[in-house]
């Protein structure tokens, strides 16, 4: 993430589940898309500026719900300009989403208690290629799954959130909650 890019409150997955996606992240590349350099994440909220309460709760609320399983239950766009994100949709917890969605509510610049829990996969894909974009991105991925059943790899279809942050990419702090 560039330093114009918001704070953020995050989750990571396991380095199995990092590692996995940033091998699709390669196979994407080397079937023409745009290469993909963000580290794989869940943001559960954002602010150019975080509130400290925002914070703070976090790290109250999210170290006792991790590890914490995600399901890949779709693919969604997001973005209404001439660029747009890709993002793999996912579900969880009843008790993990209420979390998040009061964290979001404490912070001041989101859009109060509301989460939609996604894997970033495509950033800033010019809205004409969002089409291929996610064609190959299913492709790849489908692929991508079949080999790990072969080989008892990473299946793609279900993530671990292993570690909350704070993310502040103006002085590149990462904070472990």
Request: aromatic share 6%; net charge negative; hydrophobic share 45%.
């Amino acid at each position: 993430m560039s330093a114009k890019s918001p704070e953020s409150l995050l989750l990571y997955l396991s380095e199995e589940q990092e590692q996995a996606i940033a091998e699709l992240f390669d196979d994407l590349v080397r079937r023409g898309l745009p290469r993909q350099n963000q580290r794989p994440h869940i943001t559960v909220t954002f602010a150019q500026s975080m509130a400290p309460e925002a914070v703070e709760l976090a790290a109250e609320l999210l170290p006792p719900l991790l590890p914490a399983t995600f399901q890949r239950v779709g693919t969604v766009v997001f973005g209404t300009r001439s660029k747009q994100s890709i993002a793999w949709l996912l579900e969880t917890t009843d008790e993990f989403e209420a979390a998040a969605r009061e964290i979001s509510a404490a912070n001041p610049e989101s859009r109060g208690a509301r989460w939609i829990p996604h894997l970033t996969m495509g950033l800033r894909i010019p809205r004409d290629e969002v089409g291929r974009y996610i064609d190959v991105l299913d492709a790849a991925t489908n692929e991508a799954t079949r080999a790990a059943a072969r080989s008892g790899g990473h299946l793609l279809k279900e993530f671990t959130a292993a570690q909350a942050a704070y993310w502040r990419p103006a002085t590149e702090e990462l904070r472990v909650l």
